[in-house]
């Protein structure tokens, strides 16, 4: 094929096709023949809004950044792959060389090149070109649909292993149950964690995450009629408790809580039911401005973290957990859609159900060339 058909977002509420010119690689580069995307809410929060924070639309961008692919074509210095491998693509280039780079903390790095960020564009086209380092080879039992699921799963490992530390035996308790916080749980199976705990405001995903990964629900309890957020999740935190007999310290404590929800009241609500010297990650994002009780912070000596996309070995520990069996991705995935369908599976992932009332978790949209 010499044409390269691309999924562009020009405004908010307006997406249509376009033929793109086809990347030409450098030396460390790879060109990949993209075949599965999954559907990421940063994707739809782009189409629907024009913006993510700071990261504003002002140009017609390609969308997708959860992609795998089969190489097309390879740089000259490039010797660890060929033509026709299957690969799972890590969608940020960095610079190499500034202090996070250096550091190991790459995802901080000021001139990441991140796929369906403004101004770059993603990779839902025929082609997409990358570093070559950030194209991992797919093991044979590994399929391409799993390889594409390998970015928000990046996002678990980054989250649970590399900033929340999670080990054997430990606890865990995750807020929000959408494809990144079943990913999270997952990965704390995988580890061995010997509680997870789902929270969510949906029993009907509480109960997909308890036949998933997760140990034990919670469903909220409703807030009250002028009762202020701080209030409710105080409440809430101690009703948590008592249901599911958490204490502050010992073997009944939560040792990592997850918020993959960005909820306020989820964030207030797991604040009070870590356990002292816990430790907290934010991986969802809601409103940046929320309130949050730093006598708590203070006084347990909570570890609370930011989580931002994945970093080293991220990718790697991820494709290692699905090919050893330890994870299974294929569950996750309830929509398939071909590529000329983008608008309908935007559509499906933003309602949260496809037209037949089937409920999303993860919507995978075909390359030009996949088939189904």
Request: include cysteine; charge should be neutral; hydrophobic fraction near 40%.
């Given at each position: 094929?010499?044409?390269?058909?691309?999924?562009?977002?020009?405004g908010?509420?307006?997406?249509v096709?376009?033929?793109?010119?086809?990347?030409?690689?450098?030396?460390n580069?790879v060109l990949?023949?993209?075949?599965?995307?999954?559907?990421?809410?940063?994707d739809?929060h782009?189409?629907?809004h024009?913006r993510?924070?700071?990261?504003?639309?002002?140009a017609p961008?390609?969308l997708g950044h959860e992609s795998?692919?089969l190489i097309?074509?390879v740089?000259?210095?490039?010797?660890?792959?060929k033509?026709?491998?299957?690969?799972?693509?890590?969608?940020?280039?960095t610079?190499?060389?500034?202090?996070?780079?250096?550091a190991?903390?790459?995802?901080l790095c000021?001139?990441?090149?991140?796929?369906a960020t403004?101004?770059?564009?993603?990779?839902l086209?025929r082609y997409?070109?990358?570093?070559?380092?950030?194209?991992y080879?797919?093991?044979?039992n590994?399929?391409l649909e799993d390889g594409?699921m390998?970015?928000?799963l990046a996002v678990?490992?980054?989250?649970?292993?590399n900033l929340?530390?999670?080990?054997a035996?430990q606890t865990?308790?995750v807020?929000?149950c959408?494809?990144v916080?079943l990913?999270?749980m997952?990965v704390?199976?995988a580890i061995g964690?010997?509680?997870?705990?789902a929270?969510d405001?949906?029993p009907a995903?509480?109960?997909f995450?308890?036949?998933y990964a997760?140990t034990?629900?919670y469903?909220?309890?409703?807030?009250?009629?002028?009762?202020?957020k701080i209030?409710?999740s105080?409440?809430?935190?101690?009703n948590?408790k008592k249901?599911?007999?958490?204490a502050d310290?010992g073997?009944?404590s939560?040792d990592?809580?997850?918020?993959?929800?960005?909820?306020?009241?989820?964030?207030?609500t797991?604040?009070y039911?870590v356990?002292?010297?816990g430790t907290?990650?934010q991986v969802?994002?809601?409103?940046?401005?929320v309130?949050?009780?730093?006598g708590l912070l203070?006084?347990?000596e909570?570890?609370y973290?930011?989580?931002?996309?994945y970093?080293?070995?991220d990718y790697?520990l991820?494709?290692s957990?699905?090919?050893?069996?330890k994870?299974?991705?294929?569950?996750?995935?309830?929509?398939r859609?071909?590529f000329n369908d983008?608008i309908t599976?935007?559509?499906?992932?933003?309602n949260g159900?496809?037209?037949d009332g089937k409920?999303?978790?993860?919507?995978?949209i075909?390359?030009?060339?996949a088939?189904?």
């Open positions: 094929m010499s044409d390269n058909p691309s999924f562009v977002l020009r908010i509420e307006d997406v096709y376009e033929q793109r010119p086809i990347p030409e690689v450098k030396e580069e990949v023949s993209v075949k599965k995307t999954g559907i990421c809410g940063s739809v782009y189409l629907v024009g993510i924070g700071d990261f504003v639309v002002e961008m390609v795998s692919g097309a074509k740089g000259s210095n490039v010797k660890h792959l033509v026709g491998d299957r690969v799972a693509m890590e969608p940020g280039a610079c190499r060389v500034c202090e996070s780079c250096k190991g903390r790459y995802e000021p001139d990441i090149v991140f796929a403004p101004p770059y564009d993603g990779t086209g997409y070109r990358l570093p070559a380092d950030l194209a080879p797919l093991p044979e590994v399929s594409a390998m970015e928000p678990g490992v980054h989250s649970v292993s929340g530390g999670l080990r035996s865990i308790a807020f929000g959408g494809p916080g990913l999270c997952a704390a199976k964690a010997s509680r997870i705990v929270v405001i949906v995903r509480l109960e995450a308890k036949s997760a034990e629900t469903l909220p309890v409703k807030p009250e009629d002028g009762e202020s209030d409710y105080r409440r809430n935190a101690e948590m249901v599911l007999g958490i310290r073997t009944t939560i990592l809580v997850i918020d993959a929800s960005g909820a306020e009241v989820s964030i207030q797991g604040f039911i356990k002292a010297g907290f990650v969802g994002m809601g409103n940046p401005n309130t949050l009780n730093l203070m006084t347990k909570l570890n973290k930011g989580s931002f996309r970093g080293p070995g790697p991820a494709i957990l699905v090919a050893n069996g994870i299974d991705l294929k569950p996750l995935v309830t929509h859609f071909n983008a599976a935007f559509k499906a992932t933003r159900k496809s037209d409920g999303v978790i993860k919507v995978i075909n390359g030009p060339d088939e189904n």
